[in-house]
């Protein structure tokens, strides 16, 4: 137990220890003899355990917080005068040698504009109601480390959290810089006398313990009262884990642009950037309404240059507020050049690339090459196999590269993909043009366009007839063992493998283009409202054409149209598209892609309602398919023949057909590739499930689009056509709460479903809560 001299000077109030206190746990015990109570006996009364009462009484432990007092005192039946004697001498005793210092506040200035962090705030805040409802000798004080990348306002939260906490920690909050980012940060010893002299403690008690008992001394002094510690700018945890207290009641708020992981015990807030209005309100607080509301349009620009950022949002701020000849469109057309951005984001000594370098400047580095090479990703983001091509390691490896750079609040991650911030990709770039050479940085991009169309390539002919799996001398990085993990990462680097191939493109690589285009023709039915399919065929068409190839480009037109009118609903554009795939296919005298052609071109008629046209153009098709033996076109224009008798009103005459069609498929076997055959089961279900309509069979109707939905499970696009096609039928049989829950499935299905199914279940749902009779949706 660490002991002072009675008394003490200073600004601070406190209470003083006189020589005729009786210490606490001499009158405990003097008062449990006297009630003629053992330890035990007392315990039972108390609820103190044996052991807690024991070392109380003789001073192995701290005195215990007000409400184990009060239990203490109601075990021992005291009188009024009693229980007050043994209060004050659990005050003496939590404050060894009178040091109680109330009210200590050590912060600096803050700011009178916050903004956001709503969130963050109010879990705080809770956290501290927890920690200060903590009052027992066992009480652990709540510590929270906030980190994220730089500029996030880590420090700004920290400070806001402390003045809408202050009320809970009455004994005092103190902020200590811990100056993480310096080349020689404080050591724990330092950093712990600067606390022990906030709090008041005299500088002959500090010497008369000595440095080795400041620990001690630090310790008891935040277990025995309720402070609230700000540790700003951590460096690491070797810095801040031996100024955690063990004990207490107090609140314990650790900033630091690490995650500091290798702390147990601990609460983490992660910071990112501001939501969009919380941004703009920020700049508009900083510019002011007038100026803002001027140009709504220039503000909306300078939040997203700014990449919500709060950092980049004052700096932007500040800089306008200082200038109040400028527009905020002049400072929006000045962040718009991404070459410039990044040393317009200044305003007197703060700097937003000199927040970032700090950072920098403390990777290792194999750890910076890495962060330097992200900016030549494409995309927004990228999972580890693409670091790993640019890093030049095996893979785990470059986990561990990518993991520090999360760690250093450099990179975000959710799950498996890592992003750089839009202000950190540019400062990645201008550390790319400094530290390697322009033909370092090409090579290392080209790599990397080549690795991903490359890989593209292989996960594509998961789904093409005569391909399937990789073959056997297929070295690569990505898992690629199965047609759906070819979908996954064929969707989760759509981006940066679409940038590879229109750079390629644009380079003259067109046999690239049409092998990575030919490779995905089967896949795009996987993923068919991704967005990007009409660019893609249609750029394809065009390399094609370039090559001097009219089969080629008969194929890669019939894509394009295809593409076009499903995708887009530009039904005339796909007609034009269609034939003049059709003048190439005999150009080049192949009666598969004329096929093709035809088949296309009816599925547009069919939309157009032009049933003449559209079913002479299927039977057209299929006699071509049955003649080039292209069963996988033969099988497609079966089912449209049968799609076409439906709408044209031969629902019987439909039924048969399709019937047909499933006895063509279920004879071919495996010669249709197995993601095929389910494809278009799922579309001759649904249109059996049309006829049935027509008939008037709602059950067989919702019976035959379930089967559907079994089907097309992990295919988006389908699940959302056939879930709205299923709330339509429902709704039409009455079965309004069915119908509900099959419209508001298609709506959860997210960006890659259907938009115009999305946006009909969306009205049908209107329609119902507008006019809850309702059963039978609009034609």
Same mark, same amino acid.
């Given at each position: ?32 003899? $006297? @009630? ?5 006996? /007392? ?44 209060? @004050? ?51 652990? !004080? ?42 020689? !940060? ?86 990112? #950037?501001?939501? !969009?209005?919380? $941004? ?40 306008? %507020? ?44 194999? %750890? ?123 969707? @989760? ?23 990575? $285009? ?34 080629? =480009? ?11 009118? /499903? ?10 598209? $269609? ?47 049955? %003649? ?24 019987? #005459? ?47 109707? @919702? ?6 939905? =079994? ?69």
């Amino acid at each position: 137990m660490i002991t002072f001299p009675r008394g003490r000077k200073g600004d601070v109030e406190g209470e003083r220890v006189t020589g005729e206190q009786v210490s606490f746990g001499v009158l405990l015990r003097e008062l449990r003899l $006297a @009630a003629s109570l053992t330890l035990e006996g /007392l315990a039972e009364t108390s609820g103190v355990s044996v052991r807690g009462i024991g070392d109380l009484e003789r001073g192995r432990r701290a005195a215990p917080q007000r409400r184990t007092v009060a239990a203490l005192a109601d075990g021992l039946a005291l009188g009024e005068a009693e229980r007050d004697r043994l209060l @004050a001498a659990a005050r003496t005793r939590r404050d060894p040698g009178g040091y109680a210092p109330a009210g200590v506040r050590s912060f600096p200035r803050g700011i009178d504009d916050f903004i956001g962090r709503e969130q963050e705030v109010k879990e705080l805040t809770g956290l501290a109601q927890q920690a200060a409802a903590g009052g027992d000798e066992s009480a652990r !004080p709540t510590v929270v480390v906030v980190c994220g990348p730089p500029g996030a306002g880590k420090t700004t939260l920290a400070l806001q959290a402390a003045q809408e906490l202050a009320g809970l920690f009455p004994d005092g909050q103190l902020m200590v810089d811990l100056r993480g980012m310096d080349d020689a !940060p404080p050591d724990p010893p330092q950093l712990m006398l600067g606390v022990l002299k906030a709090l008041q403690v005299a500088d002959r008690d500090l010497a008369r313990v000595g440095p080795q008992g400041h620990p001690e001394l630090y310790r008891q002094l935040l277990a025995d009262h309720r402070h609230l510690l700000v540790l700003d700018n951590a460096r690491d945890e070797a810095q801040v884990r031996p100024l955690l207290p063990s004990a207490g009641a107090g609140m314990v708020l650790v900033t630091s642009r690490r995650m500091l992981t290798g702390l147990d015990n601990v609460r983490r807030l992660p910071l990112g #950037e501001l939501e !969009p209005q919380e $941004a703009t309100a920020l700049l508009t607080g900083l510019v002011g309404t007038g100026r803002a509301d001027a140009d709504p349009a220039a503000v909306a620009e300078v939040v997203q240059r700014c990449g919500h950022l709060p950092l980049a949002l004052r700096v932007a701020g500040n800089w306008l %507020a200082t200038r109040t000849g400028w527009s905020v469109r002049r400072l929006a057309d000045r962040l718009a050049r991404e070459d410039r951005r990044l040393g317009a984001l200044a305003a007197g000594d703060v700097h937003v690339s000199a927040a970032f370098e700090l950072s920098y400047q403390q990777l290792t580095p194999t %750890a910076a090459r890495l962060f330097r090479r992200l900016a030549l990703v494409p995309g927004p983001d990228t999972g580890p196999e693409v670091a790993a091509q640019l890093a030049g390691q095996d893979l785990f490896d470059t986990e561990d590269t990518l993991e520090e750079l999360v760690e250093a609040g450099l990179l975000g991650t959710n799950g498996f993909r890592y992003r750089l911030h839009d202000l950190l990709r540019l400062y990645a770039r201008t550390r790319l043009a400094t530290e390697e050479s322009a033909a370092e940085a090409e090579a290392a991009g080209q790599a990397l366009h080549d690795w991903l169309l490359d890989t593209a390539v292989v996960a594509g002919r998961w789904y093409e007839p005569g391909h399937g799996a990789p073959p056997p001398d297929w070295r690569g990085t990505v898992d690629l063992s199965s047609a759906d993990k070819a979908l996954d990462w064929l969707k @989760a680097e759509g981006l940066n493998w679409l940038a590879a191939y229109r750079a390629a493109a644009l380079s003259g690589d067109h046999a690239a283009v049409v092998e990575v $285009a030919e490779a995905l023709h089967w896949f795009s039915d996987q993923w068919i409202f991704w967005g990007h399919w009409p660019e893609i065929f249609d750029t394809a068409a065009r390399s094609a054409q370039a090559l001097g190839d009219p089969l080629i =480009e008969a194929t890669q037109l019939n894509y394009h149209a295809w593409a076009l009118s /499903l995708c887009e609903g530009r039904h005339h554009n796909s007609l034009d598209a $269609a034939a003049r795939a059709l003048a190439a296919a005999e150009r080049a005298g192949d009666l598969s892609q004329q096929a093709w052609a035809h088949q296309y071109r009816s599925a547009v008629f069919r939309r157009l309602e032009d049933w003449d046209q559209s079913m002479a153009s299927f039977r057209l098709a299929a006699e071509l398919f049955d %003649a080039a033996g292209d069963l996988h076109g033969a099988l497609q224009a079966r089912h449209g023949v049968g799609q076409m008798l439906t709408k044209s009103g031969s629902a019987e #005459e439909a039924l048969a057909s399709l019937a047909e069609t499933i006895a063509f498929l279920v004879d071919a076997g495996d010669r249709i590739e197995p993601h095929i055959a389910r494809f278009t089961r799922i579309q001759i279900h649904s249109a059996i499930s049309n006829a049935h309509e027509r008939l008037g069979d709602w059950e067989a109707a @919702a019976g035959h689009l379930r089967t559907a939905l =079994e089907l097309s499970h992990g295919n988006t696009g389908m699940t959302s056509r056939t879930l709205n096609h299923l709330g339509r039928v429902l709704l039409s049989a009455g079965r309004t709460a069915e119908a509900r829950e099959a419209f508001t499935s298609c709506i959860a299905q997210g960006p890659d479903a259907d938009p115009s199914k999305v946006a009909d279940s969306r009205e049908q749902l209107a329609l119902l809560d507008a006019a809850p009779g309702l059963q039978h949706p609009p034609p």
